[in-house]
Every structure is written in C-alpha cells, then in structure tokens.
C-alpha cells in the first residue's frame, strides 16, 4: 500500500530540515573537528566491516579447531565402542559415550547401533532438540568394512562466543586509542601546520585592511596551498600598494590643478561680474534691476545699461556655451558692445546691433582656419529708451522680452536670427514703442528661466508662468527689484529637487512717477 501523498511530503521536508541542520552544524567546527569526525566515520564503518569478517572468519576457524579434536578423539573412541557394541553391552556403551564428552565444548553425544530402534543419549534425550544447529562431527564406527553404528557429537558455542568478545574488546580499545592518539596528533597539527600560518595570514590581512599598505605575509614555512595563498596575497598588495600611490599622486596633481583653475574662475567671474552692469537711467522716471546666475562660475549670460544723456542703451544677450566658453563669448560681446555704442552715440538700434555682429565675425576670424571653426553667437536684444520722447526702440536677435503697458502683458517682436556665427552680413529690424507711464515694465529672460524644469514631469517654467508672476507684482505695485526677486523666488521654487540645466539672468526695468 503506496503512503499518502502528504505523508510523503512531509517525510521529505523532515529528512531535508534534519540535512540542512547537520551540514550547519558541521559548518561550526574546525577543520580538525572535522577531519576528526571524518576519521571516526570511517573508521566506524570499517571497524564495523572488519568485526563481521574477522567474526566469520574466527567463527569458522574455531569451529573447524574443535571439528578436528573431537575427530581425533572420536577416532580412538570408536575403537573403544566396538566390543561393546558387540557384546550388546549396554552399560559398557553408555561408558563409552560418555568418554565422547571429554571436552566442556560438546554439550550431546548419540550413538545410533545397527539393528537397534532407539540411538542412545548423553546426557540426555532432550540434548538434540536443545541443540539443533550445532552439529559438529559424525564418526561411523565400523569394525573392517561392516558399519556398526555411528556417533553425533553436538557442541556448544558459548565458549567461542566469549573468547570472540573478548578479542573483539581487545580491538575495540585499541581502535579507540588510535582515534584519540589521532586526535592529539592533528590537533598538534593543526597548531603547528595550519593554525599558525593561517592566524600569520589573518593578522597581515587585518593590517593591510587598516591602511597599513607595506603589510605583507612574507615567506610562510607552511603547506603548498598556504604558501600559495601567502604568495598572491603579497604580490596582489604590492599590486594595490602600487596603483594606490599612483592614485594618490595623481590626486594631488589633480588637486593642484582644481586650485589653479578654482582661482582662475573666482577670478574670472570676478572680472565677469564687473563687465555685467546696469547703470542707473538719470534725469527719467525708470528704475532698473537685474540678476544673473550662471551654471557654473562663470557663463554665457550678459547684459549691460549704459546711461547716455539722451538715452539709455540695454544690452541682453545669451551667449554660446556654458562655463568658461560662454564666459569668454560675452567679455567679446562686452567690448562689441561697448565699442558700438561709444563710438556711435548717435546711431539707432540697427545700426549698433548690426556694428556688434560685425565686430563678433572679424574678431574672431583667423586666416589660417575656417571662420566656421569658431562658432561665437549669440541671442541678443539691444534696446533704447529715449528720454526726451519716452519711447523705446530696438532689435531683437532671437531674444524676446515681455511688455507689459496699460495692463496688457504681451511679448516683444523679434528677428529669427542670432548674432555672430558664421554669416558675416546681417540686417535687423528695429521695432518701436511707447514706453513712460507709471506702470511700465519691460522684462528680459534668459532660456534658463523659461526652460527650468520643474514640477513631477519636468516641464519648463514657460512664458505663462513667467506672465503670472509678472502680473502678481504689477498687481502689488512692485518695484524693478521686486520684480526681479519674485522671478527669481518663483524659478527656485519651480525647479524643487531639479536642478538647473542652463544659465539663468533676469533684467527689469521699470517707468515710474517722478519721485516714486
């Protein structure tokens, strides 16, 4: 009958579970309680094995031992028995029988005599029936070629069974003095041979771990397979002590090189910052105020407010690049600019804007290079407010900027070209508008204002966030500062746990009352 299924299952988790438990607990000894185990393993089914042969074999031996004394004697006995037998002399025949026992090992003797029905016993009728299996030796008696009878002696093997046992004890504490004779022997081995090394391997290895790289294990008077690990050991830490140096020197040059160009950008933003300027507008009703901040030290964006008597010149750009490229496009750009508008304090909005492209292609261009291997541009506005008749006018390359005026935000016309680049001829046109009342604002934004990632998906600030916020401070009558910081607050804001993916600058400038 087949046992549940269950059953089955859960014989074999137990069997399982009682596995894993001992191969766990194995795993806690030490290698010589191991081996030790392993020995006594062996050399219980061994012992085993060799009891059952030599017991068989002993057996055997004894028993063939005794077969051939008992035969001797049975020989000369026989001879004995024969007048008896005979002369049918009964008393003479049980004598005789009882001689077949003269060794304490045969426990029954039958003769069985020709021409009789009942064989005789010794000692009595019940030894056969008590010793069923233990037959030892036949012996016919026969007086020349007649058969008179014959004799079965039984023995008893308690006698061998005793002498067995206690050759068997004999060896069993002889087997149990070789396993603890072992034991000491490989728990002196395992100090001497093992323990030693291994605790010499561990220590230099701890100290290595520490920091200490010249820690090595050195020449270790062990076991192939412990020298061997001793010896890649060491060469790995001089490996390691090697390249770890070579780290280290290549850090502090590369320190050294970090503090070189750290105080070349301390000092390049520097120099940038003083190029990025607004100068207050005199003698008019307007206020202006900007930030910047660029993605690294110091960036692409620019601006700068140059206050002439009749008017105010605004220049907002967003150079090429980041870092110290876009850094480099806008000291090009300050100087175009400036230039441009010093030396024609008269010319309009296209005119100037048109004489800073010019000034960025033939600065930059190099006879023995193709003028496209430096791509210097720009996204720029340059506006004028005109004192005198309170309007504005510009050009816009690429560079949008919001007006807000009688509560309408809107933003500014632009051209769909850049300054700079590879194109050395280019017209821009020059857009007008009113620009005085109480109220007024102009807002000038760099991409790293509208396109600041924020929210959960990462969208852009946008122009309609950057309408809203303008709108807020106009509702509360901010200033041009104001206005800047709540732009600036907002952006932040936006952006949460993102982080800024360009250069970010915001202009503001402002038409106030006279005395506010």
């Known amino acids: 009958m087949t ?6 299952w859960k014989t074999r988790r137990l069997i399982a579970f009682a596995s894993g438990g001992c191969n766990a607990m194995f795993r806690q000894f030490s290698i010589v309680s191991r081996l ?23 057996y055997e031996y004894k028993r063939k031992d005794l077969s051939v004394r008992i035969a001797t004697a049975s020989v000369r006995l026989s001879r004995a ?30 003769l069985k005599a020709r021409g009789t029905t009942e064989p005789l016993y010794w000692p009595d009728a019940n030894c056969v029936a008590n010793n069923p299996e233990l037959l030892l030796h036949t012996q016919p008696i026969r007086r020349g070629i007649r058969v008179l009878g014959e004799v079965n002696v039984y023995f008893t093997n308690q ?30 081995a395992q100090r001497r041979i093992a323990l030693r090394p291994i605790n010499r391997i561990v220590t230099t290895i701890n100290r290595f771990r520490q920091g200490l790289m010249e820690a090595r294990i050195g020449p270790l008077p062990a076991a192939p397979e412990l020298r061997a ?15 770890t140096a070579k780290i280290t020197q290549q850090a502090t040059e590369l320190r050294e090189k970090h503090d070189i160009i750290t105080q070349s950008l301390d000092y390049g933003s520097s120099v940038q910052n003083k190029l990025i300027s607004l100068d ?47 850094a480099l496009a806008t000291v090009v750009l300050s100087m175009a600019v400036r230039n441009a508008v010093a ?31 430096v791509r210097l541009g720009a996204d720029a506005t340059l506006l004028m407010y005109h004192k005198a008749t309170q ?12 007006i807000a005026h009688a509560g309408e935000l809107t933003f500014a016309q632009a051209d769909r070209q850049s300054l700079g680049y590879e194109v050395e001829a280019k017209t821009f046109t020059v857009f007008e508008a009113s620009f005085g009342d109480a109220g007024d604002v102009l807002v000038f934004c760099s991409d790293g204002i509208l396109d600041a990632p924020g929210g959960a998906k990462g969208f852009g600030f946008g122009k309609r966030r950057l309408k809203r916020v303008v709108q807020a401070s106009l509702s509360n009558h901010a200033t041009a500062s104001q206005i800047v910081q709540s732009i600036r607050a907002e952006t932040f804001a936006y952006l949460g746990d993102h982080s800024l993916v360009d250069d970010m600058s915001v202009v503001v400038m402002r038409a106030t009352l006279a005395g506010n």
């Open 36 to 58: 030790f185990f392993v020995m006594c393993g062996v050399s219980l089914v061994l012992a085993l094995l060799g009891v059952g042969v030599f017991w068989q074999t002993a």
């Open 343 to 373: 030396l024609q304090p008269d010319a309009g909005p296209g005119v100037i804007i048109e004489d800073i492209h010019r000034r960025i292609i033939t600065g930059l261009r190099d006879r023995r290079v193709s003028e496209t291997d």
């Open 280 to 326: 207050p507008v005199k003698g008019s009703p307007i206020e202006v105020d900007g930030f910047v901040q660029q993605l690294s030290q110091v960036g692409g964006d620019f601006y700068v407010g140059i206050d002439q008597p009749e008017r105010y010149v605004l220049f907002f750009a967003d150079a090429t690049g980041h870092g110290i490229p876009g």
């Open 229 to 243: 690990i001793s010896t890649a050991f060491d060469a790995m830490a001089q490996e390691l002590e090697t390249a």
């Open 159 to 188: 006698f061998i069974l005793t002498e067995l046992g206690l050759a068997l004890r004999i060896i069993a504490i002889g087997l149990v003095s070789i396993l603890l004779g072992c034991l000491i022997a490989l728990w002196i």
């Open 3 to 8: 046992p549940p299924a269950h059953i089955i």
């Open 81 to 110: 028995i024969i007048p008896a037998l005979a002369n049918q002399d009964t008393k003479m025949t049980e004598a005789v029988i009882s001689a077949f026992a003269g060794t304490p090992e045969v426990s029954c003797v039958t």
């Open 391 to 402: 309007k504005i006018t510009w050009c816009s390359a690429k560079q949008p900027f919001l």
